[in-house]
Nanobody, 128 residues
Framework: QLQFVESGGGLVQPGGSLRLSCEASGATTNHYAIGWFRQAPGKEREGVSCISTSGSTTAYGDSVEGRFTISLDSTGYTVYLQLAGLKPEDTAVYYC?????????????????????WGQGTQVTVSA
């Protein structure tokens, strides 16, 4: 069973930056894409970004396009999410999980997401 551990969250001022890490364990990542998702209090889960396990394909949600960057380390087991230009509305718990395909559609619809692989999350708070 593929599992993830997220880290790197914190409190940051508007306009600031953070780098989140997502470390996979328990199974091979070869047959999955890996995505970042977030959930703010009282709101539905939202797909943020994803990357194929080859690193060749990425996708972003509309609300973060141009501000966040996803990347994969050389082992293929750690995914990073660089957050820049943070806004108060980016405040949420950020999670990573495996998904079948990495496409903007899959992020919008949360399609093909393996919620059993959902980690504990890391809190990002954007506030002055």
């Amino acid at each position: 069973q593929l599992q993830f551990v997220e880290s790197g969250g914190g409190l940051v001022q508007p306009g600031g930056s953070l780098r989140l890490s997502c470390e996979a364990s328990g199974a091979t990542t070869n047959h999955y894409a890996i995505g970042w998702f977030r959930q703010a209090p009282g709101k539905e889960r939202e797909g943020v970004s994803c990357i194929s396990t080859s690193g060749s394909t990425t996708a972003y949600g509309d609300s973060v396009e141009g501000r966040f960057t996803i990347s994969l380390d050389s082992t293929g087991y750690t995914v990073y999410l660089q957050l820049a230009g943070l806004k108060p509305e980016d405040t949420a718990v950020y999670y990573c999980a495996a998904l079948t395909y990495c496409r903007a559609y899959d992020l919008r619809k949360l399609s093909g997401v393996d919620f059993d692989s959902w980690g504990q999350g890391t809190q990002v708070t954007v506030s002055a």
